[in-house]
Nanobody, 121 residues
Framework: QVQLVESGGGPVQAGGSLRLSCVAS????????MSWYRQAPGKQRELVAS???????NYADSVKGRFTISRDNAKNTVYLQMNSLKPEDTAVYYC???????????????WGQGTQVTVSS
């Protein structure tokens, strides 16, 4: 089994910053893409940012220029640096990882439990 544990969420005022972390542990051979998603009340879960094992990144238009995704492959960890936060960034943020548990199996999708980010105006 593989577990993803997020940390770093919390309350923050508009214009402030937070850094989310997500550590993957368990039976891991390698991790392909790692991503951050978010879900606000009454809305569907949406992709915020993703990063490949090689470091290529992709961002939602709403966070470009404000958020930065990065990863430490040696630590099986992905980060999300969030700057210039806005009230509309308020959501539960979920970590996602596409994990290979052996060199001969397909990748499996794993999710963290979520961490709440609340931005007040």
């Amino acid at each position: 089994q593989v577990q993803l544990v997020e940390s770093g969420g919390g309350p923050v005022q508009a214009g402030g910053s937070l850094r989310l972390s997500c550590v993957a542990s368990g039976r891991i051979f390698s991790i392909n893409a790692m991503s951050w998603y978010r879900q606000a009340p009454g809305k569907q879960r949406e992709l915020v940012a993703s990063i490949t094992s090689g470091g290529s990144t992709n961002y939602a238009d709403s966070v470009k220029g404000r958020f930065t995704i990065s990863r430490d492959n040696a630590k099986n960890t992905v980060y999300l640096q969030m700057n210039s936060l806005k009230p509309e960034d308020t959501a539960v943020y979920y970590c996602y990882a596409a994990v290979m548990i052996s060199p001969i199996t397909n990748q499996y999708d794993y999710w963290g439990q979520g961490t709440q980010v609340t931005v007040s105006s």
